[in-house]
């Protein structure tokens, strides 16, 4: 028995049998499997990543910046002009309107002055119309106005040689070229000035866009290059690698220029609407509701009695501009909102000739009214100071004074604001490349060491 137990002790273990080793995916999913799991891999896999990140977001950022960049060009050599040109467009209209109104008041003797000066607006017209029409051919309003200005020059002439042979029938020419100006050309050229202020206010707040996904890859990027930096310091014990304190300090540098220069840019585009095309606007409106009321002002005595109506429209008009007391309306808003004292100083000059303008229409419409029509005439169109001509003509020129002070602002800021992102797309562009060369060869730099 004993000698039993002492064989079994004694003889070699049964071995179980072998079995073939399981699959465990292809070679070159294992050899991955084994790189990665490396301290050299997992740092491989860090490197790539990080440099996805810089390459997303510097790309993001120069980008951004070249988009924001053309929208403030827009503002400068496109929208802005043909903002402009529209405006110029509306105004031109207006004027040639009034002129033509005040001119038939000259029973035959048209006045040179007032003859030039309704070809030159419609010569203007014409130029603005086509500088429209280049920008945007297939836009209605344009194509409107094209089609019926020539009409309404016709129109004009028609009735200019019936008043010279001092017949009726021209005055109601007249009517009629007035009715068509305010009621197809006006309202199609309020359509123009409305889109492309549209366009222009489109553009600017697209330039002033706050870049988010730019920001937030740079900070992505950045939060990266720290977390591999508390891995290398954890691992190495050492406290700093150079090449990623330099790739963060390319980073920060990056983000700091992107912020900055979209600060700039947004202040000063912020300053080119609020000083700029916000007032230009309101004393584009108040110029163009004044030439509507000197034109119903003449055409309330073209009428000869029969010219109630056109009395209204100048009230109406009058009331938008200062308001009934004279202390509100579109010139009073102007004047608030003014922040260049040139502006201030020509849109209360602008009011104080709209108050001396309602007082002598008042005198003129109370002559019209008591059948002294050449007296009524005298007021409104006569050479004396205090005539209407002469109160009319003084708030015209401050209005344009106005608008060219308020549109030199609009075009200093916005130049301001391309001169704020000029350098950034290089600039941005240098330093994701040095980001990226500090990236790599920091942690090229551990990497080797496990070779």
């Given at each position: 028995?004993?000698?039993?137990v002492?064989?079994?002790?004694?003889?070699?273990?049964?071995?179980?049998?072998t079995?073939?080793?399981a699959?465990?995916?292809s070679?070159l999913?294992?050899?991955?499997?084994?790189?990665?799991?490396s301290?050299?891999?997992?740092?491989?896999v860090?490197?790539?990543?990080?440099a996805a990140?810089?390459?997303?977001a510097?790309l993001?950022?120069?980008i951004?910046?070249?988009?924001?960049?053309?929208?403030?060009?827009?503002?400068?050599d496109?929208?802005?002009?043909l903002?402009?040109?529209?405006?110029?467009?509306?105004?031109?209209?207006?004027?040639?309107?009034?002129?033509a109104a005040?001119?038939?008041l000259?029973?035959?003797?048209?006045?040179?002055?007032?003859r030039t000066?309704?070809?030159n607006?419609i010569?203007?017209?014409?130029?603005?119309?086509?500088?429209?029409?280049?920008?945007?051919?297939?836009?209605?309003?344009?194509?409107?106005?094209?089609?019926?200005?020539?009409?309404?020059?016709?129109?004009?002439?028609?009735?200019?040689?019936y008043?010279?042979?001092?017949?009726p029938?021209g005055?109601a020419y007249?009517?009629?070229a007035?009715?068509?100006?305010?009621?197809q050309?006006l309202?199609?050229?309020?359509?123009?000035?409305?889109?492309?202020?549209?366009?222009?206010?489109?553009?600017?707040?697209?330039?002033?866009?706050?870049?988010?996904?730019?920001?937030a890859?740079?900070?992505?990027?950045?939060?990266?290059?720290?977390?591999?930096?508390?891995?290398?310091?954890?691992?190495?014990?050492?406290?700093?690698?150079?090449g990623?304190?330099?790739?963060?300090a390319?980073?920060l540098?990056?983000?700091?220029?992107?912020?900055?220069?979209w600060?700039g840019?947004r202040?000063?585009l912020?300053?080119?609407?609020?000083?700029?095309?916000?007032q230009?606007?309101?004393?584009?409106?108040?110029?163009i509701?004044?030439?509507?009321a000197?034109?119903?002002e003449?055409?309330?005595l073209?009428?000869r009695?029969?010219?109630?109506?056109?009395?209204?429209?100048?009230?109406?008009?009058?009331?938008?501009?200062?308001?009934?007391?004279?202390?509100?309306?579109?010139?009073?808003?102007?004047?608030?909102?003014?922040?260049?004292?040139?502006v201030r100083?020509?849109v209360?000059?602008?009011?104080?000739?709209?108050?001396?303008?309602?007082?002598?229409h008042?005198?003129?419409d109370?002559?019209?009214?008591?059948?002294?029509?050449?007296r009524a005439?005298?007021?409104?169109?006569?050479?004396?100071?205090?005539?209407s001509?002469?109160?009319?003509?003084?708030?015209?020129?401050?209005?344009?004074?106005?608008?060219?002070?308020?549109?030199?602002?609009?075009?200093?800021?916005?130049?301001?604001?391309?001169?704020?992102?000029?350098?950034?797309?290089i600039?941005?562009?240098?330093?994701t490349?040095?980001?990226?060369?500090?990236?790599?060869?920091?942690?090229?730099?551990r990497?080797?060491?496990?070779?």
């Amino acid at each position: 028995m004993l000698d039993e137990v002492a064989m079994a002790l004694l003889s070699p273990p049964a071995t179980a049998p072998t079995r073939a080793p399981a699959r465990t995916g292809s070679p070159l999913a294992t050899r991955l499997t084994a790189r990665t799991s490396s301290t050299p891999g997992r740092l491989t896999v860090l490197m790539v990543v990080l440099a996805a990140l810089a390459i997303a977001a510097g790309l993001a950022a120069v980008i951004g910046v070249v988009q924001r960049s053309s929208h403030v060009h827009s503002v400068i050599d496109r929208t802005g002009p043909l903002t402009v040109d529209a405006q110029e467009l509306y105004r031109s209209l207006s004027d040639a309107d009034a002129i033509a109104a005040n001119a038939f008041l000259s029973n035959g003797q048209e006045p040179a002055a007032l003859r030039t000066r309704y070809d030159n607006d419609i010569a203007a017209a014409s130029a603005a119309l086509t500088s429209a029409t280049a920008a945007d051919p297939g836009q209605p309003a344009v194509q409107e106005i094209s089609a019926q200005l020539p009409v309404y020059a016709g129109l004009v002439e028609t009735a200019r040689t019936y008043n010279r042979l001092n017949l009726p029938v021209g005055a109601a020419y007249l009517r009629e070229a007035s009715a068509l100006m305010r009621d197809q050309l006006l309202t199609a050229a309020k359509r123009l000035y409305d889109a492309e202020t549209t366009r222009f206010d489109s553009d600017a707040d697209a330039a002033a866009g706050f870049p988010w996904l730019a920001i937030a890859l740079s900070v992505l990027a950045l939060a990266g290059l720290g977390y591999a930096q508390v891995t290398l310091t954890r691992r190495t014990n050492r406290l700093f690698n150079l090449g990623l304190v330099g790739a963060t300090a390319m980073g920060l540098a990056a983000l700091i220029w992107l912020g900055s220069s979209w600060l700039g840019a947004r202040g000063e585009l912020a300053s080119a609407q609020r000083d700029g095309s916000a007032q230009e606007q309101v004393l584009a409106r108040a110029r163009i509701d004044a030439l509507q009321a000197r034109a119903d002002e003449a055409l309330t005595l073209v009428a000869r009695g029969n010219g109630a109506s056109f009395d209204t429209d100048y009230g109406t008009m009058l009331t938008d501009l200062v308001g009934k007391n004279g202390d509100s309306g579109l010139l009073h808003q102007a004047g608030a909102a003014a922040t260049d004292p040139t502006v201030r100083t020509a849109v209360n000059a602008a009011i104080s000739s709209a108050k001396d303008w309602r007082t002598t229409h008042q005198k003129a419409d109370d002559a019209n009214k008591n059948s002294e029509y050449t007296r009524a005439v005298t007021l409104t169109i006569g050479d004396d100071p205090a005539s209407s001509a002469s109160s009319f003509n003084h708030l015209d020129q401050q209005l344009a004074a106005g608008i060219a002070a308020t549109s030199a602002t609009l075009d200093r800021h916005a130049r301001s604001a391309a001169g704020a992102l000029a350098a950034a797309p290089i600039g941005l562009a240098v330093l994701t490349v040095l980001l990226l060369v500090g990236m790599v060869a920091g942690l090229q730099q551990r990497i080797a060491e496990y070779r």
